[in-house]
């Protein structure tokens, strides 16, 4: 069973920059496509970014493009999202998740993912 485990959220002031973290037990994740997602209270679940195998496809939600970059360590089997720039509407819960074994292309829906994390507040005052 796969466990992931985000951390790296907090508060910071708008125009700042937060690193997260997800890092996976029970398995290794260099074979699975990983991605972030975020909540807004009272909004649905949005995709933010995804990362292939290798690191060499990333898809970006355009709110977040050229601000945010996901990155992924296959030999610590944690994914990473460097926030640059960030912004109050950027307040959110960011969850990380894992596609099923096999998947090749990242997507972007969330039901595309087997696997999920418990989530880390990222609260950007203005």
């Known amino acids: 069973q796969v466990q992931l485990v985000e951390s790296g959220g907090g508060l910071v002031p708008a125009g700042g920059s937060l690193r997260l973290s997800c890092a996976a037990s029970?398995?290794?994740?260099?074979?699975?496509?990983m991605c972030w997602f975020r909540q807004a209270p009272g909004k649905e679940r949005e995709f933010v970014a995804a990362?292939?195998?290798?690191?060499?496809?990333?898809p970006y939600a355009g709110s977040v493009k050229g601000r945010f970059t996901i990155s992924r360590d296959n030999a610590k089997n944690t994914v990473y999202l460097q926030m640059n720039s960030l912004k109050p509407e950027d307040t959110a819960v960011y969850l990380c998740?894992?596609?099923?074994?096999?998947?090749?292309?990242?997507?972007?829906?969330?039901?595309?993912?087997?696997?999920w994390g418990q989530g880390t507040q990222v609260t950007v005052s203005s």
């Open positions: 998740a894992a596609a099923p074994d096999g998947r090749v292309v990242p997507r972007t829906t969330s039901s595309d993912y087997d696997y």
């Open positions: 029970g398995r290794t994740l260099s074979s699975n496509v």
């Open positions: 990362i292939s195998r290798s690191g060499v496809t990333t």
